[in-house]
T-cell receptor, first 113, second 114 residues
């Protein structure tokens, strides 16, 4: 039973389109995150939600809008996709304190053509 | 701002040799420290973490890391490399009092030669 699951695993789309990535965790965690991994494998946090409330927004373009319908779900919607948005997006969850580990999903490889 | 430096973007060892992957953090207040492993086309898996208990931390798959405050380091070691250890390794920090968001190093790709 997957702890953090994201769909889809692969997403190929054209510039200008709007797309969503879904994430669900069954660990009972209060905090969920979106991370972006670029082509050089560098990982950077984009958003953090605690119990459905936005905690961190790391200077991400407002074309990216996270939505948390409940604390087990954190979806990422991206408007007007650009070539530079191509990356692997990881959802993660944790108990929300600095000393607890984050559990990561398998990632969504987004390719914008 | 907190930062993490991983020396060596690529480390190559022979099977059975010692693995040493280096990580240094920048904060004057020791953060919480983590090592994650990423196998190709997969998510990240926790190897081990340091949260102010013992400075020598043992993790999964025979890996361990030692926290050295004087050197602001948290290097990852394994006495004997196995072919299955070939992967990307990330050191990460989480600040005390934070919501657990991780700041990652740039990663080190470990190759293991037969």
């Amino acid at each position: 039973d997957t702890a953090v699951s994201q769909t889809p695993k692969y997403l190929v789309t054209q510039m200008g389109n709007d797309k969503s990535i879904k994430c669900e965790q069954n660990l009972g965690h209060d905090t969920m995150y979106w991370y972006k991994q670029d082509s050089k494998k560098f990982l950077k946090i984009m958003f953090s939600y605690n119990n459905k409330e936005l905690i961190i927004n790391e200077t991400v373009p407002n074309r990216f809008s996270p939505k948390s319908p409940d604390k087990a779900h954190l979806n990422l919607h991206i408007n007007s996709l650009e070539l530079g948005d191509s990356a692997v997006y990881f959802c993660a969850s944790s108990q929300g304190s600095g000393d607890t580990e984050a559990f990561f999903g398998q990632g969504t490889r987004l390719t914008v053509v | 701002a907190q930062s993490v430096t991983q020396l060596g973007s690529h480390v190559s060892v022979s099977e059975g040799a010692l693995v040493l992957l280096r990580c240094n953090y920048s904060s004057s207040v020791p953060p919480y420290l983590f090592w994650y492993v990423q196998y190709p086309n997969q998510g990240l898996q926790l190897l081990l973490k340091y949260t102010s208990a013992a400075t020598l931390v043992k993790g999964i798959n025979g890996f361990e890391a030692e926290f050295k405050k004087s050197e602001t380091s948290f290097h990852l070691t394994k006495p004997s490399a196995h072919m299955s250890d070939a992967a990307e390794y990330f050191c990460a920090v989480s600040e005390r009092g934070s919501q657990g968001n991780l700041i990652f190093g740039k990663g080190t790709k470990l190759s293991v030669k037969p």
